[in-house]
């Protein structure tokens, strides 16, 4: 890419760096006003609030000044990285600031849609699963939805469908608003209309969201509702737990290998969960394969799929060890434990033991459909030069592209590489940031932020950089050729230290911190963080 001009490298970082700042928007919901409201009602806390004078309205737009402030100052601060690319030429300063435009819309609309959802619900889990449901049905779903109904048309044709009444449910999502001023920066052809109409209808979403939350959370806080479905809550736990003598046959077990692994081995639909998750991203897979033949079986929609599957897993798994010490820590059953023969090392084992009888099959399953993969995209590059699978061993490999073999199977090898190694990184530091953090969407947002997101961030600012100082003549890159061997090793290279390093730094603060973390359910403990500088700053008045 950085032998293309300079223009076109531009614009591709931009909607590179866009991509990611859409990303962060969309799902700020379900990190920070999703669990803003369902805490309160959980704590019991939230019924003292409308005992005052304050209304509906007055509780949810606090709440959401209050936990959306970080993430609005979050997005302010990628605005200027926006708008570097302009110094490569090939970008508008108005397509800048529409893209801006746009991702400011789109993280308003995710915020309120976190809100009805914890409004709507108690539970953690269950508040989180239903605003990542929500927002992606609008910004995955509907898009799609789109693509298959205007794909057979021809363009005035689809104009004139984007036109009818029925169009508007497309531009009701944020992902159309992304997609339209992403592709103003190569074409002209898009009416202005459409992304003003996208815009309108998104914004407007938002504010049915923010409406609704204040309708519905003054009839929504009483758990008074529990008791009617007091038999239903019963068959569900019975569900989660198994029979009693099966209870009783695996807790005699597990407390005999490691009574703190049994804390998360008790519930046998976890693992479950993950099968049954993989099973429908399977099915919607096979589901496009069998409306989109041609397209599906492409290889780079391959490895796009190769990737959004190590993705969702990492995803989950960074989910179930960031609610490990959470809950435990703040209603005091950490410091119970502590009180017990268990040692921190033998608990902090039990615990990633629970997590490796969780993920572990459903892991080896991950990396042979990693394989299989693989195997599709030499098999459609086979198909593409009319090359049957028997022929490539009777006559060699001239028959395909040897180079591009070896770099997808070199690919396949890093990602499988990177999804055991991002296996433990993300149990331990996951449950580091799980312990210290002061609630779980925050906790969640650092583990999936700092593992899985920022060797993508390190490797698409260097590429930036990489551009700006090619396009000043500061100096420029010899050709080394094979550049994406060269790109393929970088990033692997940036995905394995940052994977070691936070496996390194979360099994070390846990070793060392666990007990004082334990001990003191809520805040800092004593010996840590700010409180620990005026007795650093008294020490070194006594050695000067």
């Known amino acids: ?77 990628i605005v200027p990285l926006l708008a570097l690319p302009l110094l490569l030429g090939g970008l508008k300063l108005q397509l800048v600031g529409r893209m801006v435009m746009v991702l400011l ?28 449901g929500l927002i992606i049905l609008a910004a995955v779903v509907l898009p799609l939805l789109a693509w298959v109904m205007l794909e057979p048309w021809t363009p005035r044709a689809a104009a004139a469908v984007m036109d009818s009444p029925g169009g508007y449910l497309i531009f009701a999502s944020p992902a159309t608003s992304f997609y339209l001023t992403a592709a103003s920066v190569w074409t002209n052809a ?88 993989l099973s429908v991203f399977i099915a919607l897979w096979v589901a496009g394969y069998v409306t989109w033949p041609r397209d599906w079986a492409d290889p780079s929609a391959l490895t796009l799929a190769g990737l959004a599957l190590n993705g969702f897993l990492k995803t989950w798994i960074a989910l ?99 999804l055991v190694l991002d296996f433990y990184a993300l149990c331990w530091f996951g449950m580091w940031q799980g312990l210290k953090a ?27 950089g990489v551009a700006m100082v090619e396009q000043f003549h500061l100096f420029r890159l010899p050709n080394l050729g094979w550049g994406e061997y060269w790109f393929l090793g970088y990033s692997w290279f940036v995905a394995t230290l940052i994977s070691v390093l936070h496996w390194w730094w979360g099994r070390r603060h846990l070793r060392r911190r666990f007990a004082a973390y334990a001990a003191c359910p809520y805040g800092r403990p004593s010996g840590f963080g700010p409180s620990r500088r005026p007795a650093q700053a008294g020490r070194n008045r006594r050695w000067s």
């Open 1 to 77: 890419m950085l032998r293309e001009p300079q223009s076109e490298v531009g614009r591709v970082v931009f909607v590179g760096l866009a991509a990611v700042a859409f990303v962060y928007a969309v799902f700020a919901g379900v990190f920070v006003t999703s669990n803003c409201l369902s805490e309160e009602k959980r704590e019991e806390t939230i019924g003292l609030l409308f005992l005052t004078d304050l209304k509906g309205h007055d509780v949810v737009l606090g709440k959401l000044a209050a936990t959306s402030l970080h993430a609005i100052y979050g997005m302010v601060a």
């Open 105 to 132: 819309n789109t993280l308003f609309w995710s915020l309120t849609a976190g809100l009805l959802t914890s409004a709507l619900s108690k539970q953690l889990f269950r508040s989180l699963v239903a605003a990542a």
């Open 190 to 277: 898009i009416p202005a209309r459409f992304l003003w109409r996208s815009l309108a209808l998104v914004h407007g979403t938002a504010w049915s969201f923010l409406v609704l939350t204040c309708l519905v959370l003054p009839r929504a806080w009483s758990s008074s509702g529990l008791l009617a479905r007091q038999r239903w809550l019963e068959r569900w736990q019975r569900w989660r737990m198994g029979r009693p003598e099966r209870v009783r046959a695996s807790r005699r077990r597990w407390l005999e290998a490691n009574p703190a692994a049994w804390l998360l081995a008790r519930y046998r639909h976890k693992p479950l969960n993950v099968w049954v998750g």
């Open 320 to 418: 179930e060890a960031s609610v490990c010490f959470g809950q435990e820590r703040r209603n005091g059953a950490l410091e119970l434990v502590l009180t017990t023969p268990l040692s921190v090392e033998r608990i902090l084992r039990g615990y990633q033991r629970g997590l490796r009888r969780q993920f572990f099959w459903p892991m080896i399953a991950v990396l042979g459909l990693d394989l299989l993969l693989l195997g599709g995209v030499f098999v459609a590059q086979w198909h593409d030069r009319g090359v049957s699978f028997p022929e490539v061993f009777s006559r060699g490999w001239p028959y395909h592209n040897a180079r591009f073999v070896w770099f997808m199977v070199l690919l396949c090898a890093a990602g499988m590489w990177v």
């Open 438 to 464: 002061r609630n779980y969407p925050l906790a969640l947002l650092r583990t999936v932020g700092q593992v899985l997101w920022l060797p993508w961030a390190v490797v698409l600012l260097t590429v930036l």
